[in-house]
């Protein structure tokens, strides 16, 4: 079992920026793709970035530029730099985690960010 514990939401203006972080303790192989979705009212979960054990990104073309995925493989964390924020970002933010050997998938409750004037 594996558990995610996400920080880091919150209420900015557009143009802003906002670091969100998320923490993965249990049963972790180090095979594994931690990652960064989110899901605006209305809207289906998407991708917004990830990142695998061996550093390989993918980001979503509406954030490339924009926001920075990085992970610390030691403290099993991912963050999420998030910059120039508009009010298109406005979502839940769900901190995923893929362990490839065994082919599960766990996801963090979520984190509210919210980008208004």
């Known amino acids: 079992q594996v558990q995610l514990v996400e920080s880091g939401g919150g209420l900015v203006q557009p143009g802003g920026s906002l670091n969100l972080s998320c923490a993965a303790s249990?049963?972790?192989?180090?095979?594994?793709?931690m990652g960064w979705y989110r899901q605006a009212p209305g809207k289906q979960r998407e991708l917004v970035a990830e990142?695998?054990?061996?550093?390989?990104?993918d980001y979503a073309d509406s954030v490339k530029g924009r926001f920075t995925i990085s992970r610390d493989n030691a403290k099993n964390t991912v963050y999420l730099q998030m910059n120039r924020l508009n009010d298109e970002d406005t979502a839940v933010y769900y901190c995923?985690?893929?362990?490839?050997?065994?082919?599960?998938?766990?996801w963090g409750k979520g984190t509210l960010v919210t980008v208004s004037s």
């Open positions: 990142m695998d054990s061996g550093s390989g990104t």
């Open positions: 249990g049963s972790i192989s180090r095979s594994n793709v």
């Open positions: 995923n985690i893929r362990l490839i050997r065994i082919g599960m998938v766990y």
